[in-house]
């Protein structure tokens, strides 16, 4: 079963503007931390931040914030006045304790593509 | 500078030969990862491991090996018992492979190609 689902396999932005990725998990287990990373072109996973399942505000890393749904098993990326540079893939991910916390399960990824 | 190191970037073989990518990191982590990304698709894992001499196969570990015998390395060879090797290989690691809260710092990649 789908662990991790990205529903949006693309978006456009305009430069400035906000922009919002959804990600929705699935897992039964009350101890778990969900991740977004960033690929740009290039490849390399950028990792951009992190939230835990018992932290009680959504995280927030400069112009990355998350908005952190726990009853609707909901973690959207919102990401504030785009960039050029945020044209990239973003992938969803979670960790959870089940066969310990090795594994690091990703979404299908949304592709978002930023224009002046 | 700390990081993780894959080389090479592009790696070309003939289908029935194995091929070993390697993957080194100086970062001091004791947890280590493979994954592999298919075109238009999210990292799917390969093996991982936790402490040095130990592994664990991910969800596509058929037709991979990997050893590590020390901590920095974690060297993954594709053989020719893996069906479609041709993807996109992506090598990670975390300082603890035990705890929910760090990150999986990423190399570069290497993209194989096997004809």
């Known amino acids: 079963a789908q662990k991790i689902t990205q529903t949006q396999p693309g978006m456009f932005v305009q430069e400035k503007e906000a922009v919002t990725l959804d990600c929705t998990y699935d897992?039964?287990?009350?101890?778990?931390?969900l991740f977004w990373y960033k690929q740009p072109s290039s490849g390399e996973m950028i990792f951009l931040i992190y939230q835990g399942s018992y932290d009680q505000q959504n995280a927030t890393e400069g112009r990355y914030s998350l908005n952190f749904q726990k009853a609707r098993k909901s973690a959207n990326l919102v990401i504030s006045a785009s960039q050029l540079g945020d044209s990239a893939m973003y992938f969803c991910a979670m960790r959870e304790p089940t066969d310990s916390w090795g594994k690091l399960q990703f979404g299908a990824g949304t592709q978002v593509v930023v224009t002046p | 500078d700390g990081g993780i190191t894959q080389s090479p970037k592009y790696l070309f073989r003939k289908e029935g030969q194995n091929v070993t990518l390697s993957c080194e990191q100086n970062l001091n982590h004791d947890a280590m990862y493979w994954y592999r990304q298919d075109p238009g698709q999210g990292l799917r894992l390969i093996y991982y491991?936790?402490?040095?001499?130990?592994?664990q196969k991910g969800d596509i570990a058929e037709g991979y090996s990997v050893s590590r015998e020390k901590k920095e390395s974690f060297p993954l060879t594709v053989t020719s018992a893996q069906k479609n090797p041709t993807a996109f290989y992506l090598c990670?690691?975390?300082?603890?492979?035990?705890?929910?809260?760090?990150?999986?710092?990423f190399g570069p990649g290497t993209r194989l190609t096997v004809t």
């Open positions: 897992t039964s287990d009350p101890s778990y931390g």
């Open positions: 990670a690691s975390s300082i603890d492979g035990q705890d929910r809260t760090y990150e999986q710092y």
């Open positions: 491991s936790q402490i040095v001499n130990d592994f």
